[in-house]
């Protein structure tokens, strides 16, 4: 047989590059309040941050909203707006694909960035309530204590999010 002519070849090779390319990750809460702490999200406001990425893409690296009434795109775990944050010459100074990544990083500084400087048309300070998830799913609200998945691998750290 002739594997350069044959398609289930050709099948398998395609499959195997889109699995490659799309190697996004789907964090549960515990995981998500260790990477926070690890990327310096401060321990008294791990909850509040695991409820906002829970609600905003429900945990998922590559989750991208093409929906917003004004054309923009919202990128990544904390769903980060081409808007005004992210691609060239916005705040964060970070492309938006790079929001995409298994590895969070520059997807926490944004965020941090956000959280700090975000404000609104009077010019206060918005910290959390700069995402609309964050004010309708978490803001008033008795959140699960995320702090005890720091100290154990694994954890069942409360409730399963099922925001959407």
Request: hydrophobic share 30%; aromatic share 10%.
């Amino acid at each position: 047989m002739d594997v350069r002519n044959s398609p289930m070849l050709l099948i398998a090779v395609l499959f195997l590059g889109a699995v490659h390319i799309t190697s996004a990750r789907d964090l549960d809460p515990c995981q998500i309040a260790r990477e926070l702490y690890q990327h310096g999200i401060p321990r008294h406001q791990l909850n509040d941050w695991v409820c906002l990425v829970m609600s905003e893409s429900s945990g998922k690296t590559d989750a991208v909203n093409e929906y917003n009434t004004d054309g923009s795109k919202d990128y990544g775990l904390f769903q980060i707006n081409d808007r005004y944050w992210c691609g060239p010459g916005k705040a964060c100074g970070v492309a938006c694909n790079e929001l995409l990544k298994d590895n969070i990083k520059k997807a926490v500084d944004c965020a941090r960035k956000i959280y700090n400087e975000g404000t609104n048309q009077f010019g206060e300070k918005l910290y959390f309530a700069t995402w609309e998830g964050w004010k309708r799913k978490c803001q008033g609200r008795h959140l699960a204590d995320h702090t005890k998945c720091l100290n154990q691998p694994s954890c069942n750290c409360g409730p399963v999010y099922s925001f959407h």
